[in-house]
């Protein structure tokens, strides 16, 4: 049984309007929308005290449900050994969970058959006001839906189609067909009402979000931080990664027959149209004879409510993305509640409880609330990413999640556009559970058989224009959905998209008194990116579900908040961080604006309505995760997959590239874009290959006549599928292709060019894409400084600079100021210096750690007119400083060999680790990703002076222990001292023992300290490149983040080679066989990298091999028991240990070191060596005891 009690006031607020009447409220708010607020608020705000029960409903809907209903179900909760659980915290948690389910209990959707909530017809659509909830007063029956069993061809300008109210004449619509208004319709549409409307104390402005989707977070930090954070959290119990699938289609969003239609950045088009379409069939194929009643209680709902529900729409017929689909269907992604303030969205587990009450198709989900489930997410993913198609994927999610909430989309394809995770409430978990036991999985209705004409029927039988098209969609979908076509052709005889209403209308919005709370945040909201200059655009249209409310004291319109670029989401996210009372950005922004006239009685209403409503308002998140931290409750990230970005990327958005600019520049774009996404060097050639062969293919058949990128899958499918069937090579490259849904007879007829986003722009050919370039001018000077740490050979750099005139091919004179021989204020002596020479290159010879140096250098390059450049040493960071401790080590090792520095900091400094550790944590607190993007965006440019070889053996644990012990000391010496001197304080003692054990390990480490680093020669060559292209304008931006290049094959325990050598030495002699047998192989050449592998994914398995995550990174004892060799092979037999307790198990049946291969043999032949020893042909050498060897768990 469902729950009962109090109905959570969050969802359920507005159901209070059903409180007044519809005659009242339709009255009042044409004449006065403040009074419609007015009472909203008020109801709103008493609604804590309104109680549902939801026993009827639910025993109805028990009696009703199918006893298969059960059986689809396929979430099953697995064991969670690494989560802890309490009796406690589960029973304190009831109440969580109890408010769930109540939440949903009022959702009612009788079950009888002779019986409906639904009003008659004239109560119907007689405007935006409620209905009066009588279920005896009959059922409203509609049109009609899909009886017959084709398509036909719809007569534009004949029959009722052509009324532009569509089948129900009545309200709103019935007036504005009527004539009634033809005088208000004529001054309109000239202009002259809005000409003559005057802004004054009288004149108040009321805006309501209409329609919304989520607003669009950009991740401030790299992927590779994101999924750190996220595992960080979920392994701490803060929170829940949930997983979804991410379809390959168009955003679509409903808020009910009288609220709307609506694609990403418009309405009222055959977008919105094919999407009402899709929707009501959705409707049918799940309640069959039912459906009709459904859709309209469905509508009125939504209306009732002030919803919107945004979709993902997948169809054939409006373009080719990643794959063609079998059928057409939407996903319900989003359901909000619109109300009174800021718009609020339902949590993943209330969107699945809403769905299923209404029978609407949701996304597949996956929750992780473990470390284990959550790092073996991330490592399948990077297994699957080069060639995971729909099923590998979705089987390796359900295999790691903890909890698996499948959808019952089938008719999408395999190839996967990607999948989104992002950080949910740690509550999640438990909700879920409790809805998926309350909510079963709906079945379908089996009446559900005659659907009547597809959607690919209609519009192949309507193919004169687009008009026809969305006519004899909205004909076919029937009342219930769309009573009337106002929003499509708006009044009879007029174009509502012909143009834009004046811009005037929203200055007139801006300049006259907000009369509610919404309104002023939508007006600050506005005046902040018009002000900002941001790039977007504010287009307002003639509201025709309002045109008979229109007078010359009240005007109504539409407006789309339409950006056009992700560059203004990000600048907004941080004027939100500056001002937290913002309301943010929306995509999919959709408000309906009301400009009116009120005399001192309205007004002094108005007044009491905003504060009312900002009450309510800050009691609303946009979100439901409240318990998050704002940075952490927007944490996602967006997971593609390549064999969807082939198709999409390389292929369709190469086609302009291809035929107007020739094979040559394609093949740079696709290699360019590769590059960006660091595909592995095999799928690189792969897939060039491929790419080459598609070229030709395609100019020889088009010639220059360009391949229509809508309909570009109707080529590159056949293509793809005689390519994938050539070697097994080309179909994981491929994914997959075949059974090719041909659309060029159903496409969706889009007049004017427009994309799939509804932009209403006209297509252009691009023109070509031309560079800017940072370029230092001749006629001003520029700064050369260095971020770095003392060691970081800057000096020695500016040293090569000096001693080579003419080496960086500028004409400029060269200069230079050495900080540690500069008494005083060292950068006032560099401005000095600057003004004395203007025209100069100034080498600033000092360590530059932090933003009050880098704010005097952006003022001295100001003042003085020059550039700056930061030279900083390459090194991977940590998550929390740019400089790794490999980085670190190095630094300190260089300046204990120095002799008589002229700073004195040389190995006869006392406190040479303390002084390093000091710079080292200058930069504290910033990642090297956040550090690099910072100087870039300040200084427009960043160069990178190589420091260690990126091939290199791990920094060796005596080393990073040693520095580990030292950060620590640092910090307990801080929180106590600030920045006294090391020498005095509570651990003066402490400190010289650790500068003295410091020195000591790394002069035991110098040899390997001294091979890591790059040659002093090379790095200076970098460096001096670099500095030209910036002053030749030639430079580019570096790669910020360093990642690892394609997808996971396998789980590894990599070894340190330099101890195995000094092992396999010390057996051979011993051993003379051992060593005969070693004598000429040249092991130290061929030998350079050593691990046992634990998981391949093609012997294995991709969950095998993503099951190792929760490892990664992590040291593992490796025993090494036995040296077997033969004439061709030579492995150690290993014998992995334990992290943290538990047992690291390698997958192979014989986990081994390979050490040598002959020539023509695989290293995975060295799995016979035990067979071959029983058989005689190998030799086995018996190691006792056994000797151990530490490396690291990564994959490869």
Request: a positive charge.
């Amino acid at each position: 049984m469902l729950s009962r009690g109090l109905v959570s006031q969050r969802i359920f607020s507005g159901f209070t309007l059903a409180l007044y009447s519809r005659s009242s409220s339709s009255s009042h708010y044409h004449s006065s929308p403040h009074h419609l607020i007015s009472s909203r608020s008020f109801l709103l705000l008493r609604s804590r005290s309104i109680s549902f029960s939801s026993s009827l409903v639910h025993s109805t809907m028990q009696r009703k449900q199918p006893r298969s209903a059960a059986r689809g179900q396929r979430w099953i909760e697995k064991p969670k050994s690494d989560r802890p659980s309490s009796t406690a915290k589960e029973v304190s948690s009831v109440g969580g969970v109890e408010a769930v389910t109540d939440k949903f209990s009022s959702l009612s959707i009788p079950q009888n058959d002779g019986e409906s909530s639904v009003p008659p017809p004239d109560q119907q659509f007689a405007g935006v006001g409620l209905v009066n909830n009588n279920p005896r007063q009959g059922v409203w029956e509609t049109k009609s839906y899909g009886t017959t069993s084709g398509a036909t061809a719809v007569e534009v300008e004949k029959g009722p189609a052509a009324q532009v109210v569509g089948p129900a004449q009545g309200g709103e619509a019935q007036a504005a067909s009527g004539g009634l208004n033809n005088a208000v319709l004529s001054k309109l549409f000239k202009g002259n009402l809005l000409d003559n409307f005057t802004v004054d104390n009288s004149t108040y402005s009321h805006a309501q979000i209409r329609a919304t989707f989520y607003p669009k977070f950009e991740n401030e930090k790299s992927d590779h931080e994101i999924r750190v954070r996220m595992i960080e959290m979920v392994s701490k119990g803060l929170a829940t990664l949930e997983v979804s699938l991410k379809h390959s289609g168009s955003l679509f969003m409903y808020a009910g027959h009288e609220g709307g239609a609506y694609a990403k950045n418009s309405f009222g088009n055959v977008y919105t149209a094919v999407g009402v379409f899709v929707l009501g069939r959705t409707f049918h194929k799940a309640w069959g004879a039912q459906a009709t009643k459904k859709q309209a209680e469905f509508n009125e709902f939504l209306n009732r409510n002030r919803m919107c529900i945004s979709m993902e729409l997948v169809t054939a017929v409006l373009g080719d993305h990643g794959q063609r689909p079998r059928e057409d269907y939407v996903v319900v992604t989003a359901v909000t509640e619109l109300g009174i303030g800021r718009p609020k969205f339902y949590s993943t587990p209330e969107i699945i409880a809403f769905c299923r009450k209404w029978r609407l198709p949701t996304n597949h989900v996956w929750l992780l609330s473990t470390r284990k489930s959550v790092t073996s997410f991330f490592a399948a993913y990077d297994a699957l990413c080069e060639e995971g198609t729909a099923s590998p994927v979705c089987q390796a999610l359900d295999e790691v999640a903890d909890i698996s909430v499948p959808d019952h989309i089938k008719v999408q394809g395999e190839i996967l556009e990607g999948l989104v995770a992002r950080i949910v409430s740690h509550e999640s978990s438990k909700d879920m559970e409790q809805v998926l036991r309350d909510f079963p999985l709906p079945t379908v209705d089996e009446d559900a058989k005659d659907l009547g004409a597809s959607l690919r029927e209609i519009c192949a039988a309507n193919r004169s224009d687009e008009k026809q098209q969305i006519k004899a969609l909205l004909q076919s979908v029937g009342t219930s959905f769309c009573p009337n076509y106002l929003d499509w052709f708006g009044n009879e005889g007029s174009d509502p998209h012909s143009r834009n209403v004046d811009r005037s209308a929203l200055t007139k919005f801006l300049q006259a008194q907000p009369a509610d709370f919404s309104t002023i945040k939508l007006q600050e909201m506005i005046r902040l990116m018009r002000e900002k200059r941001y790039p977007a655009a504010f287009k307002l249209y003639h509201n025709y579900q309002k045109i008979n409310s229109v007078s010359s004291n009240n005007l109504h319109f539409k407006m789309v908040i339409h950006v056009h670029s992700d560059s203004a989401f990000r600048r907004y996210q941080k004027e939100m961080r500056n001002k937290p009372g913002l309301w943010p950005l929306y995509r999919g922004f959709f408000v309906d604006l009301n400009l009116f006239k009120a005399d001192k009685e309205k007004a002094a209403e108005i007044a009491g309505t905003e504060k009312g409503a900002k009450k309510v308002d800050e009691n609303n998140g946009t979100f439901t995760n409240e318990s998050l931290a704002d940075e952490d409750a927007n944490l996602m990230i967006k997971l593609k997959f390549l064999t969807y970005k082939l198709r999409t990327f390389l292929i369709r958005n190469g086609l302009s590239i291809l035929f107007k600019e020739g094979p040559s520049a394609y093949k740079a774009y696709y290699l360019r874009q590769m590059k960006i996404w660091n595909t592995s060097p095999t799928k690189q050639r792969e897939l060039s290959k491929m790419l080459d062969e598609w070229a030709v293919y395609i100019r020889r058949k088009y010639g220059h006549k360009m391949l229509s990128s809508s309909v570009y899958l109707s080529e590159a499918e056949p293509f793809l599928e005689q390519y994938a069937k050539r070697s097994p090579q080309n179909q994981a490259l491929i994914g997959s292709a075949g059974n090719l849904v041909r659309s060029e007879d159903f496409l969706a007829i889009i007049e004017g060019g427009r994309d799939e986003e509804g932009d209403l722009e006209q297509e252009r050919d691009a023109g070509p894409v031309t560079t800017v370039k940072d370029r230092v001018a001749k006629d001003e000077g520029l700064i050369v400084f260095f971020p770095g740490i003392p060691g970081c050979a800057k000096s020695a750099l500016c040293r090569e600079i000096l001693n080579a005139p003419g080496v960086l091919e500028d004409d400029r004179p060269v200069n230079t100021l050495m900080g540690d021989l500069i008494k005083g204020r060292y950068w006032q002596k560099v401005a000095d210096e600057r003004r004395r020479k203007p025209y100069s290159i100034m080498l600033a010879d000092k360590n530059a750690p932090n933003e009050e140096v880098w704010k005097q250098i952006e003022d001295m390059c100001r003042r003085t007119k020059a550039s700056a450049v930061p030279v900083v040493p390459d090194s991977e960071g940590t998550e929390s400083n740019p400089f790794s401790l490999d980085a670190l080590a190095v630094f300190i090792h260089r300046v204990l060999r120095r002799v008589n520095h002229p700073g004195n900091l040389d190995k006869s400094s006392p406190n040479v680790g303390y002084v390093l550790l000091m710079f080292y944590h200058l930069y504290q607190g910033k990642s090297r990703k956040e550090f690099e993007a910072e100087l870039i965006e300040r200084f427009g440019s960043l160069v990178k002076m190589p420091l260690l070889k990126p091939n290199r053996s791990p920094l060796p644990v005596s080393v990073s222990s040693v520095l580990e012990e030292g950060i620590n000391l640092y910090k307990l010496h801080t929180i106590r001292h600030g920045r006294l001197e090391s020498t005095k304080g509570t651990y003066a003692t402490e400190w010289t023992k650790w500068e003295k054990e410091l020195r000591e390990i790394l002069s035991s480490n110098s040899e390997y300290l001294d091979s890591v680093q790059v040659p002093f020669e090379f790095a200076v060559k970098q460096v001096l490149e670099q500095l030209k292209a910036v002053a030749k304008g030639e430079y580019s931006a570096p790669v910020i983040e360093k990642r690892r290049l394609g997808a996971i094959v396998y789980a590894a325990v990599s070894l340190p080679v330099a101890e195995i050598h000094e092992f396999l030495q010390r057996i051979a002699e011993k051993d003379p066989d051992v060593e005969t047998f070693f004598k000429e192989k040249n092991l130290k050449d061929s030998l350079t990298k050593a691990h046992v592998t634990l998981a391949h994914k093609r012997s294995h398995g991709v969950t095998a091999v993503a099951n190792y995550g929760s490892f990664l990174n992590q040291k593992v004892p490796v025993d090494i028991t036995a040296l077997l060799f033969s004439g061709k092979l030579a492995a150690l037999e290993a014998h992995t240990g334990s992290v943290n307790g538990e047992k690291i198990t390698s997958k192979n049946q014989w986990p081994h070191v390979t050490l040598w291969t002959g020539e023509g043999v695989a290293a995975k032949d060295a799995n016979a060596l035990p067979q071959l020893v029983t058989e005689g042909k190998a030799t086995r050498v018996g190691i006792d005891p056994p000797i151990t060897i530490t490396g690291v768990l990564q994959f490869f």
